[in-house]
Protein backbone atom coordinates (compact mmCIF):
# COMPACT_ATOMS: atom_id res chain seq x y z
CA UNK A 1 0.00 0.00 0.00
CA UNK A 2 1.09 3.37 -1.13
CA UNK A 3 1.89 6.13 1.51
CA UNK A 4 -1.03 8.34 0.02
CA UNK A 5 0.13 12.57 0.49
CA UNK A 6 -2.68 14.86 -0.52
CA UNK A 7 -1.51 19.03 -1.29
CA UNK A 8 -4.39 20.85 0.02
CA UNK A 9 -5.33 24.40 0.45
CA UNK A 10 -8.36 26.52 1.63
CA UNK A 11 -7.23 29.17 -0.51
CA UNK A 12 -6.27 28.97 -4.33
CA UNK A 13 -3.79 30.30 -6.18
CA UNK A 14 -1.22 29.41 -3.94
CA UNK A 15 0.80 27.11 -6.19
CA UNK A 16 -0.77 23.99 -4.81
CA UNK A 17 -0.51 21.89 -8.73
CA UNK A 18 3.03 23.11 -8.85
CA UNK A 19 3.54 21.86 -5.97
CA UNK A 20 2.36 18.38 -6.13
CA UNK A 21 4.42 18.42 -9.87
CA UNK A 22 7.40 19.27 -8.41
CA UNK A 23 7.56 17.65 -5.26
CA UNK A 24 6.29 14.35 -7.34
CA UNK A 25 8.93 14.63 -9.50
CA UNK A 26 11.46 15.19 -7.08
CA UNK A 27 10.51 11.89 -4.73
CA UNK A 28 10.73 9.96 -8.02
CA UNK A 29 14.50 11.25 -8.79
CA UNK A 30 15.71 10.28 -4.75
CA UNK A 31 14.00 7.15 -5.79
CA UNK A 32 10.58 6.46 -4.32
CA UNK A 33 8.17 4.85 -6.70
CA UNK A 34 6.00 7.72 -7.63
CA UNK A 35 2.42 8.46 -8.61
CA UNK A 36 0.94 11.60 -9.16
CA UNK A 37 -2.63 11.75 -9.07
CA UNK A 38 -5.01 15.12 -10.06
CA UNK A 39 -8.07 14.57 -7.93
CA UNK A 40 -9.62 18.29 -8.73
CA UNK A 41 -12.13 18.23 -11.41
CA UNK A 42 -10.63 20.93 -13.52
CA UNK A 43 -7.90 18.83 -14.39
CA UNK A 44 -5.25 20.97 -13.12
CA UNK A 45 -1.96 18.03 -13.50
CA UNK A 46 -3.07 17.30 -16.90
CA UNK A 47 -3.27 21.34 -18.17
CA UNK A 48 -0.46 21.87 -16.47
CA UNK A 49 2.18 18.97 -18.34
CA UNK A 50 2.60 18.77 -22.03
CA UNK A 51 0.95 15.57 -23.40
CA UNK A 52 -0.69 14.55 -20.16
CA UNK A 53 -4.42 14.51 -21.77
CA UNK A 54 -4.57 11.13 -23.45
CA UNK A 55 -8.20 10.51 -24.20
CA UNK A 56 -9.71 9.96 -20.90
CA UNK A 57 -7.01 8.24 -19.84
CA UNK A 58 -6.99 8.47 -15.50
CA UNK A 59 -8.66 8.63 -12.27
CA UNK A 60 -12.54 8.75 -13.42
CA UNK A 61 -12.22 5.48 -15.74
CA UNK A 62 -9.63 3.63 -12.97
CA UNK A 63 -12.30 4.40 -10.25
CA UNK A 64 -15.16 3.68 -12.48
CA UNK A 65 -13.01 -0.15 -13.22
CA UNK A 66 -12.61 0.35 -16.67
CA UNK A 67 -8.81 0.34 -17.15
CA UNK A 68 -6.91 -0.89 -14.34
CA UNK A 69 -3.95 1.44 -12.96
CA UNK A 70 -1.38 0.19 -15.57
CA UNK A 71 -3.39 1.49 -18.62
CA UNK A 72 -5.14 4.20 -16.96
CA UNK A 73 -1.96 6.42 -15.66
CA UNK A 74 0.59 7.88 -18.00
CA UNK A 75 4.38 6.65 -17.83
CA UNK A 76 7.03 9.53 -18.21
CA UNK A 77 10.73 9.52 -18.35
CA UNK A 78 11.87 9.71 -15.03
CA UNK A 79 11.88 6.43 -13.83
CA UNK A 80 9.83 5.76 -11.11
CA UNK A 81 7.39 8.35 -11.68
CA UNK A 82 3.66 8.17 -13.27
CA UNK A 83 1.24 10.53 -13.78
CA UNK A 84 -2.69 9.81 -13.37
CA UNK A 85 -4.72 12.91 -14.78
CA UNK A 86 -8.40 13.52 -14.05
CA UNK A 87 -9.59 12.34 -17.19
CA UNK A 88 -13.62 10.89 -17.81
CA UNK A 89 -15.52 13.37 -19.98
CA UNK A 90 -17.15 16.81 -19.73
CA UNK A 91 -20.03 15.88 -17.14
CA UNK A 92 -17.53 14.28 -15.02
CA UNK A 93 -15.77 17.80 -14.64
CA UNK A 94 -17.95 19.31 -11.82
CA UNK A 95 -17.37 19.35 -8.00
CA UNK A 96 -20.20 16.61 -7.30
CA UNK A 97 -19.54 13.84 -9.62
CA UNK A 98 -15.76 14.09 -8.46
CA UNK A 99 -17.05 13.94 -4.65
CA UNK A 100 -19.09 10.95 -5.22
CA UNK A 101 -16.38 9.87 -7.82
CA UNK A 102 -14.17 9.98 -4.53
CA UNK A 103 -16.34 9.02 -1.90
CA UNK A 104 -16.37 5.60 0.45
CA UNK A 105 -12.79 5.40 0.39
CA UNK A 106 -12.46 4.59 -3.25
CA UNK A 107 -8.89 5.93 -3.96
CA UNK A 108 -7.44 4.68 -0.98
CA UNK A 109 -9.12 1.11 -1.56
CA UNK A 110 -8.41 1.41 -5.13
CA UNK A 111 -4.67 2.30 -4.16
CA UNK A 112 -4.30 -1.08 -1.96
CA UNK A 113 -5.40 -3.11 -4.76
CA UNK A 114 -4.21 -2.41 -7.80
CA UNK A 115 -1.30 -0.35 -7.25
CA UNK A 116 1.55 -2.72 -6.48
CA UNK A 117 5.43 -1.02 -7.39
CA UNK A 118 4.30 2.63 -5.73
CA UNK A 119 5.67 3.85 -3.09
CA UNK A 120 3.85 7.19 -2.55
CA UNK A 121 0.70 8.77 -4.14
CA UNK A 122 1.37 12.46 -4.31
CA UNK A 123 -2.64 13.88 -4.36
CA UNK A 124 -3.38 16.92 -6.14
CA UNK A 125 -6.53 18.24 -4.95
CA UNK A 126 -9.11 21.32 -5.30
CA UNK A 127 -8.99 24.40 -3.92
CA UNK A 128 -10.99 24.32 -0.60
CA UNK A 129 -11.21 21.92 1.63
CA UNK A 130 -14.72 20.51 0.94
CA UNK A 131 -16.31 18.32 -1.82
CA UNK A 132 -13.82 16.43 -3.41
CA UNK A 133 -10.94 17.42 -1.28
CA UNK A 134 -12.36 16.44 1.68
CA UNK A 135 -12.72 12.76 0.14
CA UNK A 136 -9.29 13.02 -0.17
CA UNK A 137 -8.27 13.97 3.22
CA UNK A 138 -10.39 11.19 4.42
CA UNK A 139 -8.33 8.56 2.66
CA UNK A 140 -5.13 10.52 3.10
CA UNK A 141 -1.68 9.10 5.36
CA UNK A 142 -0.46 12.78 5.37
CA UNK A 143 -1.51 16.01 4.12
CA UNK A 144 0.99 19.08 2.70
CA UNK A 145 -0.58 22.36 2.93
CA UNK A 146 1.46 24.75 0.94
CA UNK A 147 0.90 28.48 2.06
CA UNK A 148 1.69 31.19 -0.03
CA UNK A 149 3.67 34.14 1.87
CA UNK A 150 0.89 37.06 1.67
CA UNK A 151 -1.24 37.99 4.36
CA UNK A 152 -4.65 36.85 3.23
CA UNK A 153 -3.00 33.58 2.49
CA UNK A 154 -1.75 33.31 6.47
CA UNK A 155 -5.23 34.62 7.33
CA UNK A 156 -7.22 31.51 5.76
CA UNK A 157 -4.83 28.76 7.01
CA UNK A 158 -6.81 27.72 10.27
CA UNK A 159 -9.48 26.33 7.98
CA UNK A 160 -7.14 24.16 6.28
CA UNK A 161 -5.63 22.85 9.74
CA UNK A 162 -9.23 22.83 11.11
CA UNK A 163 -10.26 20.78 8.19
CA UNK A 164 -7.53 17.90 8.92
CA UNK A 165 -8.26 18.32 12.52
CA UNK A 166 -12.30 17.61 11.60
CA UNK A 167 -11.94 14.44 9.80
CA UNK A 168 -9.31 13.57 12.59
CA UNK A 169 -12.14 13.68 14.80
CA UNK A 170 -14.30 11.18 12.21
CA UNK A 171 -11.61 8.51 13.59
CA UNK A 172 -9.31 8.89 9.68
CA UNK A 173 -5.87 8.93 10.53
CA UNK A 174 -4.62 11.35 8.51
CA UNK A 175 -1.88 13.79 9.77
CA UNK A 176 -0.49 17.38 8.91
CA UNK A 177 2.77 16.43 6.98
CA UNK A 178 3.60 19.80 7.01
CA UNK A 179 3.06 23.82 5.83
CA UNK A 180 5.05 24.79 2.69
CA UNK A 181 5.38 28.27 2.45
CA UNK A 182 5.18 29.35 -1.20
CA UNK A 183 5.64 32.44 -3.58
CA UNK A 184 7.99 34.03 -1.07
CA UNK A 185 9.00 37.23 -1.96
CA UNK A 186 12.35 37.98 -0.12
CA UNK A 187 12.81 41.24 -1.10
CA UNK A 188 8.74 42.76 -0.43
CA UNK A 189 8.62 43.44 3.13
CA UNK A 190 4.38 41.72 3.51
CA UNK A 191 6.10 38.39 2.00
CA UNK A 192 8.71 38.62 4.20
CA UNK A 193 6.57 38.63 7.16
CA UNK A 194 3.94 36.22 6.93
CA UNK A 195 7.24 33.82 6.83
CA UNK A 196 8.79 35.11 9.20
CA UNK A 197 5.14 35.10 11.19
CA UNK A 198 4.95 30.91 10.16
CA UNK A 199 8.31 30.00 11.83
CA UNK A 200 7.77 32.14 14.77
CA UNK A 201 4.49 31.71 15.64
CA UNK A 202 3.65 28.10 14.56
CA UNK A 203 5.38 24.67 15.89
CA UNK A 204 8.87 24.53 14.98
CA UNK A 205 8.87 21.19 13.35
CA UNK A 206 4.85 22.46 11.57
CA UNK A 207 6.69 24.74 8.98
CA UNK A 208 8.88 22.85 6.33
CA UNK A 209 12.59 24.86 6.54
CA UNK A 210 12.37 24.75 2.50
CA UNK A 211 10.44 26.96 0.68
CA UNK A 212 9.35 27.87 -2.60
CA UNK A 213 10.27 31.60 -3.76
CA UNK A 214 8.73 33.59 -5.92
CA UNK A 215 10.76 33.00 -8.88
CA UNK A 216 9.76 33.47 -12.92
CA UNK A 217 11.66 29.98 -13.36
CA UNK A 218 8.62 28.53 -12.20
CA UNK A 219 6.29 30.34 -14.72
CA UNK A 220 8.68 29.56 -17.02
CA UNK A 221 8.16 25.78 -16.56
CA UNK A 222 4.44 26.30 -16.18
CA UNK A 223 4.33 27.57 -19.59
CA UNK A 224 6.97 24.29 -21.21
CA UNK A 225 4.55 22.24 -19.05
CA UNK A 226 7.51 20.61 -17.37
CA UNK A 227 8.70 20.44 -13.07
CA UNK A 228 11.33 23.21 -13.10
CA UNK A 229 14.30 20.35 -12.78
CA UNK A 230 13.27 19.74 -16.87
CA UNK A 231 13.11 23.56 -17.82
CA UNK A 232 17.06 23.51 -18.78
CA UNK A 233 19.87 21.64 -19.59
CA UNK A 234 21.18 23.24 -16.39
CA UNK A 235 18.54 23.54 -14.23
CA UNK A 236 17.74 27.41 -12.54
CA UNK A 237 18.68 27.16 -8.62
CA UNK A 238 15.44 27.44 -7.69
CA UNK A 239 15.04 23.48 -8.74
CA UNK A 240 17.06 22.34 -5.84
CA UNK A 241 13.94 23.59 -3.78
CA UNK A 242 11.58 20.31 -4.56
CA UNK A 243 14.89 18.00 -3.78
CA UNK A 244 15.20 19.83 -0.16
CA UNK A 245 11.09 19.99 0.31
CA UNK A 246 11.22 15.85 -0.38
CA UNK A 247 14.05 15.44 1.99
CA UNK A 248 12.61 16.66 4.46
CA UNK A 249 8.99 14.98 4.18
CA UNK A 250 11.00 11.55 3.78
CA UNK A 251 10.87 10.67 7.41
CA UNK A 252 7.69 12.57 7.80
CA UNK A 253 5.95 9.96 5.49
CA UNK A 254 7.69 6.80 6.91
CA UNK A 255 10.08 7.08 3.82
CA UNK A 256 13.68 6.78 4.27
CA UNK A 257 16.81 6.34 2.25
CA UNK A 258 16.15 8.95 -0.78
CA UNK A 259 18.92 9.40 -3.23
CA UNK A 260 20.63 12.91 -4.65
CA UNK A 261 19.15 13.16 -7.82
CA UNK A 262 20.55 13.46 -11.31
CA UNK A 263 19.05 15.90 -13.71
CA UNK A 264 17.26 13.94 -16.85
CA UNK A 265 16.52 15.52 -19.66
CA UNK A 266 12.61 15.18 -20.32
CA UNK A 267 9.52 14.06 -18.73
CA UNK A 268 7.01 12.31 -20.99
CA UNK A 269 7.70 10.52 -23.55
Do not use: C, Y
Request: net charge negative; glycine share 10%; proline share 7%.
Amino acid sequence: MPVILAVASQKGGVGKTTVALNLAHALARRGWRTLLVDADPQGAVGWSVEGARTGGRGLVRWLRGDLPLDEAAIPTREAGLRLLPFGGDDEDHDWESARSLLADGALRWGLAHDAAGTDVAVVDTPSGVWGPTREVLRQADAVLVPLQAEPLAWRSLHQAIDAIEAVREEGRPVELAGILLTMVATREEASLAVAQESWGSLPVDLVLEAFVPRDPAFLRAAARGVPIALLERRPPPAAAVFDRVAAELEPRLGLAGGTAPEAPAGLLG
